[in-house]
């Protein structure tokens, strides 16, 4: 069946360091996007792809950037993790602008 | 900016009791509208969806909502819940055409059996 999948589901890293969550669908959706969710917040968006070498700041973009090679993939980078940037972080994906997204199961980020 | 508010931040039902969880948006225009759930250590799942005709939708485990453009509202409904509908109720909006979702902060709901 096809899918979205996120990995690591848990990471623990230090202030300071590079990290990078991945996430790749199966369903050869042209959007993806991160969101990171938080008490109080809800669900805000990182970053967002519309294709192949498309990217786009959402409302909380700072101190992440994300790349698009390939249809299936939108890896997340973290250049230089901050505690604030500790949170729960979910990838989703749709085929088109007008039409339903569909969530990984998340990963979980701790920077300590 | 657009905003998606959700009142209710926690409620807690018995078994059989009847549920409404509140969703206002500020946006003026055309908009699409979306409640998802989270189940404890899972994803997020739509639970329905509105996108234009008739503004009473029902979505799936015997979810419904109606959309009143009057008031900004989406409210969600469920005349019996379950103890497994314990989980987190979250509202979306987007412009019409758009392609970025606005979450409101999330609803947690406990049904004790």
């Known amino acids: 069946d096809a899918e979205i999948t996120q990995s690591p589901r848990h990471k623990i890293t230090e202030t300071g360091r590079q990290v990078t969550l991945a996430c790749h669908q199966t369903?050869?959706?042209?959007?993806m996007f991160w969101y990171r969710q938080d008490l109080g917040h809800g669900l805000r968006l990182i970053h967002y792809s519309y294709g192949v070498q498309d990217t786009n700041k959402g409302e909380v973009s700072d101190g992440y950037s994300v790349s698009r090679s390939n249809t299936e993939d939108l890896p997340l980078t973290l250049e230089s993790a901050a505690s604030s940037q500790t949170s729960v972080y979910f990838c989703?994906?749709?085929?088109?602008?007008?039409?339903?997204?569909?969530f990984g199961a998340g990963t979980r980020l701790s920077v300590l | 900016a657009q905003s998606v508010s959700q009142h209710n931040h926690h409620v807690i039902l018995s078994e059989a009791a009847s549920l409404e969880l509140g969703c206002n948006y500020s946006y003026g225009g055309t908009v699409n509208l979306f409640w998802y759930v989270q189940y404890p250590g899972q994803h997020l799942q739509l639970l329905l969806k509105y996108f234009s005709g008739d503004p009473l939708v029902k979505g799936i485990k015997g979810f419904e909502a109606e959309f009143i453009k009057s008031k900004f509202s989406f409210n969600l409904r469920k005349p019996s819940v379950q103890w497994s509908d314990t989980a987190e109720y979250f509202c979306?909006?987007?412009?019409?055409?758009?392609?970025?979702?606005?979450f409101g902060t999330g609803t947690r709901l406990t049904v004790i059996p």
């Open positions: 369903w050869n959706h042209n959007n």
């Open positions: 989703a994906s749709s085929l088109n602008r007008d039409d339903i997204q569909y």
């Open positions: 979306a909006a987007r412009e019409t055409g758009a392609n970025n979702l606005f």
